[in-house]
């Protein structure tokens, strides 16, 4: 069973910045095309960003494409969200897991059977 923990969150102002990461376990991470999903309340979960199992390829929400840089080190099992210029819209919790490409497209592959904790992240305006 593969064990996902989120963490990084917190309250920020807008305009500013926070690191999330995601540490998997239970798993061979690298064998994973890996991305961050949000869920705003009373809102569905919806993809942020998506990267593959090298880290050479990357795919983002248009909402976040210039904001936010998602990154993998494999050695350390350990996916990472740099969020910047940060919005009000952009308070949800965050959380991570499996990914799979498809025509182009990115969808959660559901390998892992389960979500973790997620780390709320909350921007004040």
Do not use: H
């Amino acid at each position: 069973q593969v064990q996902l923990i989120e963490s990084g969150g917190g309250l920020v102002q807008a305009g500013g910045s926070l690191r999330l990461s995601c540490a998997a376990s239970g798993r061979t991470f690298s064998n994973y095309a890996m991305g961050w999903f949000r869920q705003a309340p009373g809102k569905e979960r919806e993809f942020v960003a998506g990267i593959s199992w090298s880290g050479s390829s990357t795919n983002y929400a248009d909402s976040v494409k210039g904001r936010f840089t998602i990154s993998r080190d494999n050695a350390k099992s350990t996916m990472y969200l740099q969020m910047n210029s940060l919005k009000p819209e952009d308070t949800a919790v965050y959380y991570c897991n499996a990914v799979m490409i498809s025509a182009g497209n990115w969808y959660l592959s559901g390998a892992f059977g389960s979500w973790g904790q997620g780390t709320q992240v909350t921007v004040s305006s």
